[in-house]
């Protein structure tokens, strides 16, 4: 892959981190259709991986994203994505930071904030449609987990390894 080719993945990215609100979990959709339909750098299964991997390691959640740019083109895949992401957004996040403290009490400012919550969830339903799409031909068990996983973690204060590691276990035993 060409340097070009890098640059353009990393300004696709950088307008992702705009709109990485609530965080990178936001852009997942997004960033498979980058990766996995426009450029063909990973396919479902690998960008599925990526994720978990990603989600599974301690530390931020902003480590998927490097995970997914080191998988789908080694080290400059992960400057791509990773400074893509991160060079606007926090930027932007630091002016925004500084002029939102000096206007608390501004109606613009509250409405904005209230507004985000939607959004957010949207953007995080469509990453979590597209994480379950390599699997939707596995039948009803895989759709119990997913169903399972998901009231569980809503409901409980188990850490997200735990249900990857309940996944895993359901699998060795081959119930999916």
């Avoid at 060409?2 to 992702?16: H, K, R, T, Y």
């Amino acid at each position: 892959m060409s340097w070009g080719e890098l640059a353009a993945v990393a300004g696709q990215f950088a307008l992702l981190s705009l709109l990485s609100i609530g965080g990178v979990n936001a852009i997942l959709a997004d960033s498979q259709r980058i990766l996995v339909l426009q450029r063909g750098w990973l396919d479902e299964a690998g960008f599925a991986q990526a994720v978990a991997l990603g989600q599974a390691a301690p530390g931020p959640n902003i480590m998927v994203v490097g995970v997914l740019g080191w998988m789908a083109a080694g080290p400059a895949g992960l400057l791509a994505c990773l400074g893509g992401v991160l060079l606007p957004s926090t930027l932007l996040v630091w002016r925004y930071a500084r002029w939102a403290e000096a206007n608390r009490q501004h109606p613009l400012l509250q409405a904005f904030q209230r507004g985000c919550a939607p959004l957010v969830l949207g953007l995080s339903l469509s990453g979590a449609w597209v994480l379950v799409q390599p699997y939707t031909q596995a039948g009803w068990p895989a759709w119990a987990l997913v169903a399972g996983v998901a009231l569980g973690s809503a409901r409980s204060k188990l850490p997200p390894l735990a249900w990857l590691g309940l996944g895993a276990a359901g699998g060795v035993f081959g119930l999916w």
